[in-house]
């Protein structure tokens, strides 16, 4: 079992950026590939990016490639969403999920983290 916890969400004005991280427990942690998504209020959960498992690969939802990285780090169990040029379509609750495959698909990802908050303001 992975469990999966995130933080670093808050409040930052438009053009700013915040670093959210996803620290994961289980000795398969390295065995899995990690991604991010956000859902907002009245809308349905969306993907934001995934990473594989060794970190060689990542992949972007075309809403915020180019804006933000998300990076791993197994030595650590943790994973990374570093976000920046904010924007107030952003704000929402990113969620990190570990899937034992890169995927863009929610439905397929076997473990979630309770979400963090994220809010953008104008």
């Known amino acids: 079992q992975v469990q999966l916890v995130e933080s670093g969400g808050g409040l930052v004005q438009a053009g700013g950026s915040l670093r959210l991280s996803c620290a994961a427990s289980?000795?398969?942690?390295?065995?899995?590939?990690m991604g991010w998504f956000r859902q907002a209020p009245g809308k349905e959960r969306e993907f934001v990016a995934v990473?594989?498992?060794?970190?060689?690969?990542?992949l972007y939802a075309d809403s915020v490639k180019g804006r933000f990285t998300i990076s791993r780090d197994n030595a650590r169990n943790t994973v990374y969403l570093q976000m920046g040029s904010l924007k107030p379509e952003d704000t929402a609750i990113y969620y990190c999920?570990?899937?034992?495959?890169?995927?863009?698909?929610?439905?397929?990802?076997?473990?979630w983290g309770q979400g963090t908050q994220v809010s953008i303001s104008s």
């Open positions: 999920a570990a899937s034992r495959a890169a995927t863009v698909l929610a439905s397929l990802y076997n473990y």
């Open positions: 289980g000795r398969t942690f390295s065995s899995y590939a």
């Open positions: 990473i594989t498992s060794g970190g060689g690969s990542t």
